[in-house]
Structure formats: C-alpha cells, structure tokens
C-alpha cells in the first residue's frame, strides 16, 4: 500500500511540474522585458464607438460583449489604436456555430481584403477542421496549421505574442500555433492594425488588451 501511495504521488508531481511547464511557457518569451499596456476594452456599453471602423456585416455589442453573425470577410477596425512591431495581444473569442470559424487578424493595413488582412489567427476554420496562423492570406501555402477539433459555445482564451519575426499564439495557456517569418510585416510599413473577422459564424470576442513589448 504504502508503495502504491508513492507511485500516486510520484506520477501526481510529474503532472503538476508538467502543467506549470506549459502555463510558464509564455512568460518565458517575456522573461526580461517590460510591457505596457496601451489600449483595453471590455465592451461594456452600447456604441462600438471612434476607436473602430466598420468595413461591413453586422458588427455590434451585445452584453457587454462584441458579436457578429455574418461579416463574409468585412473586418471590424481597431483603426484608433497603431499595434507595435512586438506587442502582446489577449482577448476572448467563441463561436456558437456548429463550424466554429472564429477569427482576427493582428498587424494588418486595416483595408478591405477577401482572404485575410497581415497575420490572421483562424480558430476551428473551414467547418472546424483546421486552424491557422496565416500571412496576407488565409489560404497561404506556408501557413501555420493545427487540425485540432474546437468546441462551440467554449470561450477561448486567446494570447499572442509578436517578437520580431516570431509569433506564438496561445488558447488557454498552452501554446497552439508558431509562426516564423522570414520577411516579417512592418509596423513602420502600415502594418498595425488589429481587426475582427467573421464569415458567417455566431462568434463573440471580449476582455481585449494590448501591450508593447519593449
């Protein structure tokens, strides 16, 4: 018995060291570094409001939330706020559609495009058979790619972190995706927006919050 205790214990602290392994992970990409929040919102009113663009569908706040259920590719614009080359990004995001299919893209020109604007982070993509981490497009042949199913009506707590060329895109505390980029997008360049997307899913997005990264 008292073998079989230890045993217990034994597998019990190498799950633990584990899971303090993979919850640690981002703060090790910050470990050393000063961050500065720059801009947060919680969407606890009725107006979307100036800091945003609507280039179409039918964005809004509900509940203290933003939602949409149909945009076909026409992005919400956090056009009153530049995001830094190297910044942290946190958000909320969930889908009550059956297909998933929610997503938003960091470090774009904040135009009109079809198929994704800078880095997009596509989550339970194409009827929730893949997720991505694109470039300029969400179709990219070097795109980043997990086929992790996700579930409906689960809030994902989302976390990406931008150093230089490197980007890591955490769901719940465990890293997803990485994508290296050899020609990364410049913020000096026009680069610097951050934008909502939907297709045609019931999604909802909360608790943003930017930071630069210095």
């Given amino acids: 018995m008292k073998l079989f205790t230890l045993f217990v214990f034994f597998l019990f602290s ?7 392994s993979v919850q640690s992970e981002a703060d090790k990409l910050l470990e050393g570094k000063r961050l500065t929040q720059i801009f947060s ?3 606890n009113r009725s107006e979307l409001g100036q800091n945003y663009t609507i280039q179409g569908g039918d964005w809004k706040i509900s509940d203290g939330a933003l939602v949409s259920t149909t945009a076909k590719n026409r ?18 995001m969930m889908s009550r559609s059956d297909a998933v299919d929610v997503k938003f893209n960091l470090w774009g020109d904040g135009r009109i495009h079809d198929h994704g604007d ?3 982070f596509i989550l339970g993509g194409w009827n929730n058979r893949i997720s991505v981490i694109s470039k300029l497009d969400e179709h990219e042949k070097g795109r980043s790619e997990s086929r992790k199913k996700l579930e409906k009506s689960k809030v994902y707590h989302s976390k990406v972190i931008r150093l230089s060329k490197e980007i890591y895109w955490f769901i719940d505390d465990q890293l997803f995706l990485k994508y290296n980029d050899a020609e990364p997008l410049k913020a000096a360049e026009g680069f610097n927006r951050l934008s909502f997307g939907n297709w045609k899913s019931d999604v909802t997005f909360d608790d943003l919050k930017i930071y630069e990264i210095k």
């Fill in 14 to 20: 190498i799950f633990s060291c584990s899971e303090r």
């Fill in 41 to 43: 919102d919680d969407f």
């Fill in 75 to 92: 992005n919400l614009v956090l056009s009153g706020i530049r995001l830094p080359e190297n910044a942290l990004i946190e958000l909320t």
């Fill in 118 to 120: 800078g880095y997009s």
